[in-house]
């Protein structure tokens, strides 16, 4: 059944004892995002931010702490969680700390005034025609003014502890993301949620598998076994290894549908994400779809179920016939 939340925004919440949930309101998509204030040794550790669009409520959110906010930690370079990042250092004084690759991706993306553009022209090449590409680099340079991240943070590793938690990379939704691991409780970020589930996009210039990576985050979050998850959007995880399994099972059935759509004349992402996902989407949801479709298909090619054919303009993927011999 359908389920939605109400959410109370702006109001620090504890969700359990030294673990305060923050919402903040998102324009797309879930509609809000949850932020966490950690009870650390000196004060809070803050993860995450929220978007730096909408004008979030600092001063205010900070009033309603007992202490102050010591340091501020980053799971992941999207927009709604490092968007709010620059505010929020300003707001709090506080250093902010980010998962090394994440820094250098967030850098490329949100860093420079090129980004839209070259996140069309790999389009194109994934087979989006010029006047959906066109769409794309109008909404990416509208989303880039929502990223107010922190420049120059304390990189910080798979390995590294914070206020005793530990940091584990997860990556899969985000190529550098990290969620934090203490005693039984585990912060997420983006990599396990209830109801929805996280987007598995394959970008430019990032890491060839990302649903491979995700299987194998998926893997070593069982293998924490934390009590409880809690990520940036929907509920609380309360059974994250069978979650974790209902997650891996959503794929399986995906790369099944995808595998199915594929012929032996060459199909582009673009092509087979209408199969996948449907033929009406908006600009943004297709971009999702296709970054979708393409994470998929690299996935069944990883695992000799796809064919990959590329020449310098396009990117098409086939069926692999018995024998795994290419189709002409
Ligand atoms: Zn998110």
Request: glycine share 10%; proline share 8%.
């Amino acid at each position: 059944m359908a389920h939605r939340t109400e959410h109370t925004f702006a109001t620090p919440t504890e969700v359990e004892p030294g673990i305060l949930r923050l919402t903040l309101p998102l324009p797309t998509g879930t509609r809000h995002v949850h932020c966490y204030f950690l009870r650390g040794d000196d004060g809070w550790l803050l993860v995450d931010t929220g978007l730096g669009l909408m004008e979030t409520p600092w001063d205010e959110i900070l009033a309603q702490l007992d202490g102050p906010v010591a340091r501020i930690f980053i799971t992941h370079m999207h927009p709604d969680h490092v968007g709010g990042a620059e505010a929020a250092a300003e707001a709090t004084g506080a250093p902010v700390f980010q998962g090394r690759l994440d820094y250098t991706q967030c850098e490329r993306v949100w860093g420079t005034d090129d980004w839209p553009e070259r996140i069309a022209e790999w389009f194109l090449r994934h087979g989006v025609p010029p006047h959906v590409a066109d769409e794309l680099i109008e909404s990416g340079h509208v989303f880039a003014d929502f990223v107010k991240f922190a420049w120059n943070p304390t990189l910080v590793d798979p390995g590294d502890e914070l206020d005793g938690w530990r940091i584990h990379a997860t990556p899969g939704h985000a190529d550098g993301h990290l969620v934090l691991h203490r005693g039984d409780v585990l912060i997420a970020g983006d990599t396990i949620l209830t109801p929805i589930t996280p987007a598995i996009g394959l970008y430019p210039q990032s890491r060839p598998d990302p649903l491979g990576d995700y299987m194998e985050s998926l893997q070593l979050v069982s293998e924490l076994a934390p009590r409880i998850s809690y990520g940036g959007h929907g509920e609380p995880v309360t059974e994250p290894e069978a979650r974790c399994a209902a997650i891996v099972e959503h794929h399986a059935l995906r790369l099944d549908k995808t595998e199915a759509a594929l012929t032996t004349a060459p199909r582009s992402g673009y092509d087979l994400s209408h199969e996948v996902f449907g033929g009406e989407l908006a600009p943004i949801q297709r971009r999702f779809a296709v970054a979708e479709t393409l994470s998929h298909l690299e996935r069944l090619v990883a695992l000799g179920r796809a064919g990959r054919i590329e020449d310098d303009r396009t990117v098409a993927y086939t069926a692999q016939l018995a024998g795994g011999r290419p189709p002409f």
